[in-house]
């Protein structure tokens, strides 16, 4: 079975200051895993992604993960916040076998606020 | 690449009233997906499709909610009658290759905003 939990509902930074924000994912598969972002009123853009290459996956806007598979961890992080980043994070993971794309599993989000 | 293309943006109807929302995948994409955003439930799939066909639509709510997808480039969402639990938001997204859980990426639409009142 496949799950993945975003560690913070809610995470509130300073400008200028380093971002972490945690997911962890439980997949029998080797998976694959993805990091969107939500803009208010706005769709999903893809960050990142890791699928199976180089466990440190850089994204844009300066966003980078990295793929503990001992911590089956995908945590998101950048080394200075900016008020634009202000938005909501999602954490997928997908089993990365085929099959049926319901079983592409979504984060709850984390919502990131940036204080000036 | 003009991305997913969602309408419309936003809209307001009364409950009862049939609501439809439509969806341009981006060109050459095989997997067409419809899912619905709601502050208690998050992310739900809805249907997906593949090559137009509609592969697993265990998601949809119940009958009142119906999607086709009569070719590559068009898919339509309705709800009829709509009820007020249906407010939300409603993406539609595609991918290629062999879809988002084989890792490709799934490329989302900016929403359709539903409020029923």
């Known amino acids: 079975a496949q799950s993945v939990t975003q560690l913070d509902s809610h995470v509130s930074v300073s400008e200028g200051t380093p971002v972490l924000l945690r997911c962890n994912y439980s997949?029998?598969?080797?998976?694959?895993l993805f990091w969107y972002v939500q803009h208010p009123n706005k769709g999903l853009q893809l960050l990142l992604k890791?699928?199976?290459?180089?466990?440190l996956v850089k994204g844009i806007n300066g966003f980078e993960a990295e793929f503990k598979k001992s911590e089956t961890s995908f945590h998101l992080t950048k080394p200075s916040a900016h008020m634009s980043d202000a938005a909501e994070y999602f954490c997928v993971v997908s089993p990365n076998y085929g099959g049926s794309q319901g079983n592409l599993i979504f984060g709850k989000g984390t919502k990131l606020s940036v204080k000036p | 690449d003009a991305g997913v293309i969602q309408s419309p943006r936003h809209e307001v109807t009364e409950m009862g009233q049939e609501v439809t929302l439509r969806c341009k995948p981006i060109?050459?994409?095989?997997?067409l997906f419809w899912y619905r955003q709601t502050m208690m439930r998050g992310l739900e799939l809805l249907i997906y499709f593949n090559n137009n066909v509609p592969i697993d639509d265990s998601g949809m709510p119940e009958d009142r909610f119906s999607a086709k997808m009569p070719n590559a480039s068009f898919s339509t969402l309705k709800i009829q009658p709509s009820e007020p639990r249906d407010s939300a938001v409603y993406f539609c997204?595609?991918?290629?290759?062999?879809?988002?859980?084989?890792?490709?990426?799934?490329?989302f639409g900016e929403g359709s905003w539903l409020t029923v009142v």
């Open positions: 890791y699928t199976s290459a180089a466990t």
């Open positions: 997949s029998s598969y080797s998976p694959s």
């Open positions: 997204a595609s991918s290629s290759g062999q879809g988002p859980t084989s890792g490709n990426t799934i490329y």
């Open positions: 060109s050459g994409h095989d997997y």
